[in-house]
T-cell receptor, first 112, second 111 residues
Framework: NAGVTQTPKFRILKIGQSMTLQCAQD?????MYWYRQDPGMGLKLIYY???????DKGEVPNGYNVSRSTTEDFPLRLELAAPSQTSVYFC???????????FGSGTQLSVL | QKEVEQNSGPLSVPEGAIASLNCTYS??????FFWYRQYSGKSPELIMF??SNGDKEDGRFTAQLNKASQYVSLLIRDSQPSDSATYLC???????????WGAGTKLIIKP
């Protein structure tokens, strides 16, 4: 049972490049989330989804896009990477929005 | 604005003592609270959740919730060096299931 799988674990981007962070869960969870965590700080919600085909913005959505074509997958797209997007990104899922959050192992992203 | 506030620490506690971690919240609509532990460079993992006023115990951990005072705490008894981590307090807002994250308290258990 894999849980929440995130790839890649590490990535270095140049300013202006684009990339997609992958997230997949095999627990049939409806709710999925993307967070970013800057050093010494808490989690900031980027985007979330309550089910396939439904996504919504969180606190810090600028510079990011998401899609949810299936229950399992919730990729995060960074367009025109900026140094301010250097952070650790976590994908998470929960069955119904009220239950335990399961986290992926995180992606350390540096934009130089 | 809905907020969950925690002292960032670090909170230094001797091994074997009780560690007390606290958070306060502004949204009276928050129904449940979670405590997550996060080791450096790792993802958060659930320690406890609580939704009723009073205490909830699980092994060495006790969560306390006081809705009148809008106060949540986590007690760790017989603290071990392996408890050294950042502890994140999270509130679940009842109407739209919004999660409100505190910034975390760094706990250091000194041998």
């Amino acid at each position: 049972n894999a849980g929440v799988t995130q790839t890649p674990k590490f990535r270095i981007l140049k300013i202006g490049q684009s990339m997609t962070l992958q997230c997949a869960q095999d627990m049939n969870h409806n709710y999925m989330y993307w967070y970013r965590q800057d050093p010494g700080m808490g989690l900031k919600l980027i985007y979330y989804s309550v089910g396939a085909g439904i996504t919504d913005k969180g606190e810090v959505p600028n510079g990011y896009n998401v899609s949810r074509s299936t229950t399992e997958d919730f990729p995060l797209r960074l367009e025109l990477a900026a140094p301010s997007q250097t952070s650790v990104y976590f994908c998470a899922s929960t069955l119904d929005g009220r239950s335990i959050l399961f986290f992926g192992s995180g992606t350390q992203l540096s934009v130089l | 604005q809905k907020e969950v506030e925690q002292n960032s620490g670090p909170l230094s506690v001797p091994e074997g003592a009780i560690a007390s971690l606290n958070c306060t919240y502004s949204d009276r609509g928050s129904q449940s609270f979670f405590w997550y532990r996060q080791y450096s460079g790792k993802s958060p993992e659930l320690i406890m959740f609580i939704y009723s006023n009073g205490d909830k115990e699980d092994g060495r951990f006790t969560a306390q919730l006081n809705k009148a005072s809008q106060y949540v705490s986590l007690l760790i008894r017989d603290s071990q060096p392996s408890d050294s981590a950042t502890y994140l307090c999270v509130g679940l807002e009842g109407s739209n299931y919004q999660l409100i994250w505190g910034a975390g308290t760094k706990l250091i258990i000194k041998p």
